[in-house]
Structures are given as structure tokens and as C-alpha cells.
């Protein structure tokens, strides 16, 4: 199922706008950090930037340093010769994804339908690139909504924010 849901959205790779490999440069990064900061301050929600960036924090460091390695899982990239994108492989495993988890998380904790788009728009991107697994996508955001709604909570209850 992973592997035929991988090539039907890798196929899409070549099709324009070439939107997809942007998905995975830092200016993308840069991106979504600016439009979290304008989705935050126009919904008044701008405290929570701090638990966001707490949040991006926790997924990135348990990701790269605890679930990838226990998962050991290589990148489509790596094990098809047929990965349309594939020359930016990315670094380390694959399971599950940081960057769906990072953007989820984020979206969770600012509580932004339109940030939660955008993750979605960004792990579809790293199955069109080559990247990831859908599963590896589906992972990430399940673990990014967890973290960012616990860490949304903690701050609820902690600093009695709203």
C-alpha cells in the first residue's frame, strides 16, 4: 500500500508549478515560520508562539534523535531507482517525517486550520519529492498533532492561557 500510494503521488514530481521542490528549501522554512507569526498576530493567539516554537523543538530533537534511529528506516530515495526528485535526498532515515511533524505540531499549537493545511501541503511534498513514505507522513503528523496539543495544554494549565 506504502509503495503504491508513493508512486502515485511522486508521479506528480514534474508537473507545474514546480512547487515541489521548493517545499523542501529553507526559504519553505522560512515561509511557514512568517506565516505562522502572521496567522498567530491576526488571530491574537501571538503568546502562543512560544509553545510553537517549544513544540517544533520537542518534535525535531525526538524525531532525528529517537524515533528515526529506532525505526531505521531508509528513504524511498534511497531504496527506488525510479524517484522522480530524488537528487536532495535529505539526511539520516526516514520514519517518521520531521517536517510534517514540525509543521503539524505547530499548527496544533496555534490551533490554525490554515497553518494545518500548509503541513499538509508540506508532507504531501515529501512523498511528490522523493523524500518519504506516505506512511512516514502520516506518522509525522500523527506525532506532531500529539506533541502540539500536549504542549498547548501544558500551557493552558501551567500559565492558564486560553
Known amino acids: 500500500m506504502d509503495l503504491t500510494l508513493f508512486r502515485f503521488f511522486n ?3 514534474n508537473l507545474a508549478p514546480p512547487i515541489w521542490p521548493w517545499l523542501t528549501t529553507g526559504l ?3 515561509a511557514f515560520a512568517a506565516l505562522t507569526v502572521l496567522v498567530a498576530v491576526w ?3 501571538a503568546k502562543w508562539l512560544v509553545a510553537a516554537l517549544l513544540a517544533v523543538v520537542l518534535t525535531d530533537v525526538t524525531t532525528a534523535r529517537g524515533l528515526k534511529p ?3 528506516r531508509e528513504r524511498p530515495c534511497v531504496t ?7 537528487k536532495d535526498c535529505g ?4 520514519m517518521p517525517s520531521a517536517h510534517a511533524a514540525n509543521t503539524m505540531a505547530v499548527a496544533a499549537v496555534i490551533g490554525s486550520p490554515t497553518l494545518a493545511a500548509v503541513s499538509l501541503l508540506v508532507g504531501v ?3 511528490v519529492g522523493g523524500q518519504h513514505w506516505p506512511s512516514d507522513v502520516g506518522v509525522g503528523w500523527g506525532y506532531g498533532l500529539f506533541v502540539g496539543m ?3 495544554r501544558a500551557f493552558q494549565k501551567v500559565l492558564r492561557w486560553g
Do not use: C, H, N, P
Open 11 to 13: 508521479s506528480f514530481y
Open 28 to 30: 519553505a522554512t522560512v
Open 43 to 45: 488571530a491574537k493567539q
Open 70 to 72: 529506532a525505526f531505521a
Open 80 to 86: 527506488l531507482e525510479e524517484v522522480r526528485g530524488g
Open 91 to 94: 539526511s539520516g532515515e526516514s
Open 125 to 127: 511534498g515529501r512523498v
Open 150 to 152: 500536549v504542549v498547548r
